[in-house]
């Protein structure tokens, strides 16, 4: 049986630069027609130079012409109107992660005060660029999701035109909050419908599946892969791959991320045929994308998968991929 992807897209997805960005690049534009790129280099992509060069740099890493990258500026309260308005045509959303809560994010907002953030949030709203939050407080790490959702809330009423994605969610509190607001949305990551932190903790600890969020409970794992596998409209694909080199991750002071390009669609896959839901995996993947964001244009690109095992290579370059040297069920075919 092979299964047919109609532009499948990657709504959260980490490039990084240089040698790692030509390492990792083709393996995401030759599974996915584009991907909304996380602005957290060193320093983040905060000017529209800035984004308009490191788009330049995505596009010559990408060795497949049909890939487009969706751009994103690191949120800052300072940003203007008539800044917002100049660079609008180059982005597709921005993203807002709170101070220090995750990779490169040191210069990220801090306190959530609704009055502090209005100017720029109106002014995103009045121009429809979605904002993209990364919804962790500095709390406890479990519980750190689950106290976040209440500032999404707050977000959600004092803006309600804008469009609010709440990435890589992990908890059912989160899933709760998305049909209680009508502007909240949520991407959701290959790695967080497959592990709970038991396979992070739970045995010798894993550090190519430490990531922030951390993965939670197994609750929170089906509350998850039920919005995924019925494709609630409200929910996206994003995989938060975010390469680390191995010498980063198997070290003591292990590097946040879990790297998936190059075999998100394929365990996608496996796993919404396992569960008889695979009518709905183009909706999870691209359709449901195109819906929430209404800004992207997408270029036609067909993704076809069969039944046939692939052994996950140990390494891509200095990377160390999840489920590296395992056999996965499903193949990308050409
Ligand atoms: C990401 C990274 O490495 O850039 N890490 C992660 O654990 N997910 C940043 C992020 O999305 O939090
Ligand atoms: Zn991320």
Known sequence: MSITLNSPLDMHLHLRD???????????????????????????????????????RIEEACDNSSFTPYMTLFFKPSYTKEFLESVKDELTAIKLYPAGITTNSEGGVSGFDVEELRPTLEAMSELEIPLCIHGETNGFVMDREAEFVSIYEKL????????????HITTKASVEALDRFDNLYATITLHHLMITLDDVAGGMLQPHLFCKPIAKRPEDRE??????????????????????PQHAKESCGCAAGVFTAPIALQVLTELFVEHSTVKNLQAFVSDNALKIYKNIEVPKKTIRLEKKTFVVPPKYGTVVPMYASETI???IVE
């Not at 790129?37 to 788009?55: C, G």
């Not at 959600?156 to 990435?167: D, G, Q, R, V, Y």
């Not at 996206?236 to 975010?242: K, Q, V």
């Open 18 to 56: 240089g040698d790692m960005l030509k390492t990792v690049a083709p393996l995401s534009s030759s599974s996915f027609a584009g991907a909304i790129i996380m602005p957290n280099l060193v320093p983040p992509v905060s000017t529209k130079e800035e984004l308009i060069a490191y788009k330049k």
């Open 156 to 167: 959600a009423s004092a803006f309600p035109n804008l469009t609010i994605i709440m990435e």
């Open 223 to 244: 509350a998850l892969r039920k919005v995924a596998l019925e494709a609630h409209p409200k929910v996206m694909f994003g995989s938060d791959s975010a390469p680390h």
């Open 329 to 331: 069920a499903y193949s």
